[in-house]
């Protein structure tokens, strides 16, 4: 059974930094993409970043570009994001999805962990 | 960035009876590769999103087959033969056929069901 479990939310002031980490497990990590996808209190979704099996191909959205980045750990199962200069708008539950595939674009999301909350505020 | 647009944004269905939501993405969705990128989430309350149909009309392991998807191009369906209580819940379409520059994968603003 597939397992994504997310960790590391929490209240962080605007302009401050928080790590966040999702632990793998029910399947061959090292396979497949993941992602990173949140969601502003109701509100939709956003997806914010992508990394492929291999770490060697990394994307991100606009609006996070240059502030958040992307990591994962292979012999860990875990894939990390760090998240950088926050912003109110940051606020969110953050999810953890595993790609389909081994690359990150042109790909979907077929497992999703249940999210960890990040709230941006003074 | 591509644009999805669903409508409508709420539904209210008796149990059995059928639902329809309709997507429509500003670009089309099919790729050179043969392949039409456009995917449906369910998100029931309180829970994380759910895969249901992958690449127009693929339904995802576990997924009863009351749920269909079809469409081509840019314009996209979802449709539930009959509506039972477990369907509740926010339904967005997403597109993954875009590469950089721009959003890679966009949501749909979601279609919140509910039974009558």
């Known amino acids: 059974e597939v397992q994504l479990v997310e960790s590391g939310g929490g209240l962080v002031q605007p302009g401050r930094s928080l790590r966040l980490s999702c632990a793998a497990s029910?399947?061959?990590?090292?396979?497949?993409?993941m992602h990173w996808v949140r969601q502003a209190p109701g509100k939709g979704l956003e997806w914010v970043s992508g990394i492929s099996w291999n770490s060697g191909s990394i994307g991100y959205a606009d609006s996070v570009k240059g502030r958040f980045t992307i990591s994962r750990d292979n012999a860990k199962n875990s894939l990390y994001l760090q998240m950088n200069s926050l912003r109110a708008e940051d606020t969110a539950l953050y999810y953890c999805a595993k790609g389909y595939d081994y690359v990150w674009g042109r790909n979907y999301f077929d497992y999703w962990g249940q999210g960890t909350l990040v709230t941006v505020s003074s | 960035d591509i644009v999805m647009t669903q409508t409508p944004l709420s539904l209210s269905v008796t149990p059995g009876q059928p639902a329809s939501i309709s997507c429509k993405s500003s670009q089309s969705l099919l790729h050179s590769d043969g392949k039409t990128y456009l995917y449906w989430y369910l998100q029931k309350p309180g829970q994380s999103p759910q895969l249901l149909i992958y690449e127009v009309s693929n339904r995802f392991s576990g997924v009863p087959d009351r749920f269909s998807g079809s469409g081509s191009g840019t314009d996209f369906t979802l449709k539930i033969s009959r509506v039972e209580a477990e369907d509740v819940g926010v339904y967005y379409c997403m597109q993954s056929i875009q590469l950089p520059p721009g959003s890679l994968y966009t949501f749909g603003q979601g279609t919140k069901l509910e039974i009558k």
């Open positions: 029910g399947f061959t990590f090292d396979d497949y993409a």
